[in-house]
């Protein structure tokens, strides 16, 4: 019977990949270190399966993903104004996420999900307000 509980123990543990994932969180802010209308942290590193919660700290913000910024098959994202969002990433790549209100300020992120060392030659094509352009060539170095 001990065996029997033992497997059936492991055999659950071995299941439980998805159990492990973590939850990051991201503040949405009006000011933050890094000056007006900021995502805190502005860049993050998490593994497939890990899920992102943007919380509204400061009014009038959402998180919204930047469709030309994510990995081919990923799904797109587009949180409420004033409110929490959480989104799981499950594909490897790179994301841009932006506050669509507050864009043209630079009010973006970059979310690296999975093994990723480069940014794709595609990632910054297209137009991208001249802040939020700077911000993410910054996020860039993290990688």
């Known amino acids: 019977m001990l065996r029997v509980i033992t497997a059936a123990l492991a055999i659950g543990v071995a299941m439980a990949g998805p159990a492990f994932a973590e939850m990051h969180e991201v503040q949405m802010l009006n000011r933050g270190e890094a000056g007006p209308m900021v995502f805190e942290p502005d860049f993050l590193q998490i593994e497939p399966g890990d899920t992102v919660k943007f919380i509204a700290t400061d009014p009038a913000h959402n998180a919204e993903s930047i469709p030309e910024m994510a990995p081919e098959g990923a799904e797109t994202f587009k949180g409420k104004i004033n409110e929490e969002v959480e989104v799981t990433f499950d594909v490897e790549g790179l994301y841009g996420i932006k506050c669509l209100p507050h864009y043209a300020m630079g009010m973006v992120m970059t979310v690296a999900v999975g093994e ?28």
């Not at 990723?116 to 993290?142: C, H, K, M, W």
């Open 116 to 143: 990723v060392t480069e940014v794709p030659e595609s990632y910054l094509e297209g137009r991208i307000p001249p802040r939020a352009r700077e911000r993410f060539d910054a996020q860039r170095s993290n990688l």
